[in-house]
């Protein structure tokens, strides 16, 4: 089902499509290829809203594909072949945050195709976008399978040298519940990387052994006694290059245990975000609100601040070589 959903200030529709398979409905919009909502046997397991201002004015990248870098870039400084590149710098002026302003997020993605399984989206970041060089063209493919999985498969191609790490933004609460604190969380990491102050990885790689950021064997969001302050906003790094094939990278389960939901992915890093700043001011879906905590990210990407780091992979796509992703949400 396809239908409009609102018109943007210039003056261009959202086209909202509704995919249906088995226990799994998802609503995608044009408008920053979001997964308005995500619904597992008639209840919502991700966040959103009900119409297109609140996604103007209130949201955190709710839903959102993130792009053309997801992430920070510190001081928005990019060098590609010894020129350098000013980014857009909006994150308090300071730092480049998911590709800028006006960054994949915040775009109105062409509409290619769709059936009732799967819908095909396309977007143009036009050279200079942003600040970065290139024209690049992405690709995005969600598809319901008959396995109960949403998933996501991005591709993008380039006609300059230019970083393209992209990512699924959603906010994850499988039970409805107020906040996620008692979800169980697992992911596949033996390290992480441990950030500054303005978030960015410092470009050490840490063991997550003995640490709040051991999720190997599954563990509560919940921060247990001594672990107050401890902040869940890092890349967990699930290995040190993108693969071919779909790996294991975490599970999440509800409180009471009775849904689950698996991340699989090509990419070698999942940033954990748990919104412990929440706090939305207008009305989410079904008219819930949305304080700290009310779900959860699990960014499947490439290390973040990758175009500054000498350690991490590299993330530049150059001419005639395509960028290629799949996560998929995995749900029981
Ligand atoms: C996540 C975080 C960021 C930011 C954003 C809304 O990707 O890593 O810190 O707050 O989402």
């Not at 209840?43 to 959102?64: I, K, M, N, R």
């Amino acid at each position: 089902m396809i239908q409009d959903f609102g018109v943007l200030p210039d003056g261009t529709t959202v086209r909202e499509i509704t995919l249906k398979k088995g226990p799994l409905e998802a609503s995608v919009l044009t408008y920053g290829a979001i997964i308005r909502d995500l619904k597992v046997d008639g209840q919502s397991v991700t966040l959103g809203f009900e119409d297109l201002q609140s996604y103007l004015d209130h949201s955190p990248y709710f839903g959102a594909v993130v792009g053309r870098c997801a992430n920070r870039i510190a001081g928005g400084n990019l060098t590609v072949d010894g020129v350098g590149y000013q980014l857009d710098l909006n994150d308090n002026g300071r730092h480049h945050l998911h590709g800028g302003s006006l960054g994949f997020s915040a775009r109105n993605w062409q509409l290619e195709q769709h059936d009732k399984a799967s819908v095909l989206l396309k977007l143009v970041s036009e050279d200079g976008d942003m600040g970065y060089p290139g024209q690049v063209e992405a690709l995005l493919r969600y598809t319901l399978t008959g396995a109960g999985a949403l998933r996501v498969k991005m591709t993008a191609t380039t006609s300059a040298t230019t970083p393209v790490n992209l990512t699924q933004h959603a906010y994850f609460n499988l039970d409805g519940s107020a906040d996620i604190l008692d979800h169980t969380l697992e992911i596949a990491a033996d390290r992480y990387l441990p950030v500054d102050e303005a978030l960015i990885p410092t470009g050490e790689i840490r063991k997550v052994a003995w640490t709040p950021y051991d999720f190997q064997e599954g563990r509560k969001l919940r921060r247990k006694p001594g672990e107050q302050g401890v902040l869940y906003d890092h890349n967990f790094c699930l290995v040190d290059a993108p693969a071919q094939e779909l790996a294991f990278a975490a599970a999440l389960e509800d409180g009471a245990g009775s849904r689950r939901m698996e991340v699989w992915t090509t990419e070698p890093g999942l940033q954990l975000f748990d919104a412990e700043g929440m706090d939305v001011p207008v009305p989410g879906l079904a008219g819930k609100r949305y304080g700290a905590h009310a779900g959860l990210c699990l960014e499947a990407q490439r290390w973040p601040d990758g175009v500054n780091q000498k350690e991490f992979m590299d993330v530049l796509l150059r001419p005639g070589e395509t960028y290629s992703h799949a996560t998929e949400f995995r749900f029981s």
